[in-house]
């Protein structure tokens, strides 16, 4: 079965060979080992090179060479340039060689057979493997599975340290399986193994391998990403690691790439083990510098690591302030004339002025200069758009009463704060609600409850036939709004009966109907009664009412006046 995968290969090559060349026309050999691979000590064994081929049909010649033999063996290898040279060997144990055949345009590729060679017919052959060289860091698997027995008896094995570093504590685990397994603790020393094999009545020779722990290389730790502000320096701290416990005596930092400018991006001490990083200070330098770090330990440089500081800018915080509610102020004036007000205004300033500053905050978290932006964002429907007088001002006036008629409602205004050299923005809104207040006080001033008597009239049933109209004049009003709205003065006839009454205009109004309102200074004119007139006592009521609707009512504002009868008959 081994020589069998021994050969296969070359058949694939061969069927491969059939359909390329090299480009020349000429397709190249392939080197075969056959015969007898197992013998013993000082008996001759001939090698097989007959079965190499050229698929050219060219002419071979053929070239062995030992290429492997126990220590201390001195084989001999007669007629290395014929197809069947002649091997003797002087030692047990394993044996490599090597056949490469040529047809005189080209080599073939080696062909390499192991020959086991016996020391007598009972005795096995132990087989450690190669030398090999490691890292401390390793686990090293030791494989005596290429030993043989020349009766092919099973065999049992023994691993053990021949020799290995003063203060070692390594063991080795599974040392009586073919394939055991040690772990090396001393860094740059030989560990040398061997392995005996046993097929249960003879136990071969020693056979050794070396195992050599080189040098591991370093690690690199350049840190753990961050951020940074532009133009700001980053202290960068390295620091290395080492299996073999070797002293890291070298750093090497290198930025591999960088936003903004390359005149202000520079590393200071790149060779120390703390590093400074010098950023651009530019306004368009936001963006990752990748900085990556060596370390030394005295025989090889490690492999880089890498880190990245990013310069980043923060926004602006800001406050636009507190929601509020204001009440909404007229500030022209309509002064009184005389004792007939019909409208009253607060002569006073307008109430809550000061309701109606926009005082905004705002910080940036890099102590970046800020600049700022009030604007109207939405107003009550129909209103015009309130003036600002400073919008570039954190604190600032907004001038939403002085329009006539205000509109009602809510204006939301906004605060927008950018850092100056990196245009980040944020923005906060503030919304100020106008209302309106009703009316208040006042009422009738001068001419309230007045009574006049009919003379020489006939009644009937308390009706009053002789005298068709009364009138009642000068009755005085004076109203208040604490918003400073002009004020309606409406007069309407109490629901109690009584009498109907005329405003002097001529229309007349009934029993709870509103009989008029004006705005017009002076004194009002009532015409009651005619001759269908109930004689008795009947109210006007005084209303207020503002531009809005809203309306102050009460019984206080009354005016009684009566119609009696005399020498009614």
């Known amino acids: 079965m081994e020589r069998l995968i021994k050969l296969c290969p070359h058949i694939m090559v061969c069927l491969f060979l059939c359909v390329c060349t090299n480009g020349s026309g000429n397709f190249p050999p392939v080197a075969v080992i056959d015969g007898n691979l197992k013998t013993y000590i000082n008996e001759p064994v001939v090698l097989d090179g007959t079965k190499s081929m050229d698929p050219d049909g060219d002419t071979l010649s053929f070239l062995w060479e030992i290429s492997a033999a126990p220590s201390g063996s001195e084989p001999v290898l007669a007629d290395r340039d014929s197809a069947k040279p002649l091997f003797i060997t002087d030692k047990e144990g394993p044996y490599e060689v090597t056949l490469i055949v040529s047809d005189g345009k080209e080599r073939s590729e080696p062909e390499v057979a192991k020959l086991l060679v016996f020391k007598d017919n009972l005795t096995p052959i132990a087989d450690a493997g190669e030398d090999r060289d490691i890292l401390i860091v390793d686990t090293i698997n030791l494989d005596a599975r290429n030993s043989a027995d020349p009766m092919n008896m099973p065999l049992s094995f023994s691993w053990s340290f021949k020799s290995k570093p003063e203060n070692s504590t390594a063991v080795i685990e599974n040392s009586n399986s073919a394939v055991a397994r040690f772990k090396p603790d001393v860094p740059h020393?030989?560990?040398?193994?061997?392995?005996?094999?046993?097929?249960?009545?003879?136990?071969?020779?020693?056979?050794s391998v070396n195992i050599r722990i080189l040098n591991s290389p370093p690690i690199a730790e350049a840190g753990d990403n961050n951020t940074t502000r532009p133009g700001q320096t980053y202290l960068l701290h390295g620091s290395g690691t080492d299996a073999d416990n070797?002293?890291?005596?070298?750093?090497?930092?290198?930025?591999?790439?960088?936003?903004?400018?390359?005149?202000?991006?520079?590393?200071?001490?790149?060779?120390?083990?703390?590093?400074?990083?010098?950023t651009d200070p530019s306004g368009d330098a936001l963006g990752d510098y990748i900085i990556d770090l060596r370390v030394y330990d005295g025989q090889v440089w490690s492999e880089p690591d890498t880190v990245v500081i990013s310069t980043v800018n923060s926004p602006p915080n800001v406050n636009a302030g507190q929601d509020r509610s204001v009440e909404h102020c007229y500030t022209s004036s309509f002064p009184e004339q005389g004792d007939y007000v019909a409208v009253n205004f607060l002569q006073a300033a307008c109430p809550d002025a000061e309701k109606l500053t926009l005082e905004g905050s705002a910080s940036d978290p890099d102590g970046d200069p800020m600049v700022y932006n009030w604007a109207v964002v939405s107003t009550p429907p129909n209103a015009p758009s309130p003036i600002i007088q400073n919008p570039n001002s954190l604190t600032t006036q907004v001038d939403i009463r002085s329009s006539a008629p205000t509109i009602l409602g809510s204006y939301t205004f906004r605060l927008t704060v950018k850092d100056a050299p990196y245009g980040k923005t944020s923005y906060d809104d503030v919304t100020i609600t106008v209302n309106n207040r009703a009316p208040t006080g006042g009422g009738c001033t001068g001419g309230c409850n007045q009574t006049v008597t009919r003379s020489g009239c006939t009644s009937a049933g308390n009706i009053c036939y002789t005298q068709p109209m009364?009138?009642?004049?000068?009755?005085?009003?004076?109203?208040?709004?604490?918003?400073?709205?002009?004020?309606?003065?409406?007069?309407?006839?109490?629901?109690?009966?009584?009498?109907?009454?005329?405003?002097?205009?001529?229309?007349?109004?009934?029993?709870?109907?509103?009989?008029?309102?004006?705005?017009?200074l002076g004194a009002y004119l009532f015409v009651c009664s005619n001759s269908s007139t109930w004689a008795g006592t009947n109210t006007i009521r005084i209303r207020f009412k503002d531009g809005f609707g809203a309306v102050y009512d009460n019984a206080t504002n009354d005016c009684t006046l009566t119609v009696n009868c005399s020498s009614c008959n």
């Open 470 to 520: 009364v009138t009642f004049s000068n009755i005085k009003t004076r109203g208040y709004d604490p918003d400073n709205d002009p004020v309606f003065n409406e007069y309407y006839l109490a629901p109690n009966g009584g009498l109907n009454c005329v405003y002097s205009s001529g229309v007349w109004c009934g029993n709870g109907e509103s009989c008029f309102s004006s705005l017009t």
């Open 189 to 207: 020393s030989i560990y040398e193994i061997q392995v005996i094999a046993d097929n249960g009545q003879y136990k071969s020779e020693p056979d």
């Open 246 to 278: 070797d002293v890291i005596t070298g750093y090497s930092w290198r930025i591999v790439s960088h936003p903004g400018n390359p005149l202000y991006v520079y590393l200071e001490n790149p060779e120390s083990k703390d590093c400074l990083l010098h």
